[in-house]
């Protein structure tokens, strides 16, 4: 089985310029979360989808983050414009059931280098 | 404010040693408590975690963890530390009920040498 994918692995972009993460998470699996870690601090919450809606939102920084679940399936965040203290590994997890107490899978992670 | 700390950036331990990397948090109610592993170049990978019942859970690759409710402590420990074992742990709370939010440490960096 695969297990949760995200792209691209590392993206260095310019202070300015728009970035796109993806998230394929295990098939079946309802509920997507992003995390965030600044170089060096926690792992910050962003956001959590169940299907193809927001459940919670409440971490995102500012509205240069938009983040998509088209159809349930794979997410996107896009980050625009990019700005120098947004570098930091992005993480997406998912769980096929809704809360802790059951496994949430992590994928590997994007490294997001802004210059 | 819900946190969690782990105190340590770093470990160091010689193979064969035991192991304790350190974690406490604060939050109010019954928390769920996690450790995570970041091997390089992997994602976060699940070791253990405790939400009720014997308060010392045991995990993978022969990793447990004890939730010591009067210190608000849930260190991680191994007997005997492998060269492999070196990697990004992170502690994890979550509070509120099993739907809460996933609150992580900062995470501490263990190396074991040979």
């Known amino acids: 089985e695969a297990g949760v994918t995200q792209f691209p692995s590392h993206s260095v972009i310019e202070k300015g310029q728009t970035v796109t993460l993806r998230c394929d998470p295990i098939?079946?699996?309802?509920?997507l979360y992003w995390y965030r870690r600044v170089m060096g601090k926690e792992i910050k919450f962003l956001l959590h989808f169940v299907k193809e809606s927001k459940q919670d939102e409440s971490g995102m920084p500012n509205n240069r983050f938009l983040a998509e679940r088209t159809g349930g399936t794979y997410s996107t965040l896009k980050v625009q414009p990019a700005e120098l203290e947004d570098s930091g590994v992005y993480f997406c997890?998912?769980?096929?059931?809704?809360?802790?107490?059951?496994?949430?899978?992590f994928g590997q992670g994007t490294r997001l280098t802004v210059v | 404010a819900q946190s969690v700390a782990q105190p340590e950036d770093q470990v160091n331990v010689a193979e064969g040693n035991p192991l304790t990397v350190k974690c406490t948090y604060s939050v109010s109610g019954n928390p769920y408590l996690f450790w995570y592993v970041q091997y390089p170049n992997r994602g976060l990978q699940f070791l253990l975690k405790?939400?009720?019942?014997?308060?010392l859970v045991k995990g993978s690759y022969g990793f447990e963890a004890e939730f010591n409710k009067s210190q608000t402590s849930f260190h991680l420990k191994k007997p005997s530390a492998l060269v492999s074992d070196s990697a990004l742990y992170f502690c994890?709370?979550?509070?509120?009920?099993?739907?809460?939010?996933?609150?992580f440490g900062k995470g501490t960096k263990l190396s074991v040498k040979p």
């Open positions: 997890a998912s769980s096929q059931v809704r809360g802790w107490n059951t496994e949430a899978f």
């Open positions: 994890a709370v979550v509070y509120g009920g099993s739907q809460g939010n996933l609150i």
């Open positions: 405790y939400i009720t019942g014997d308060n």
């Open positions: 098939s079946g699996h309802d509920n």
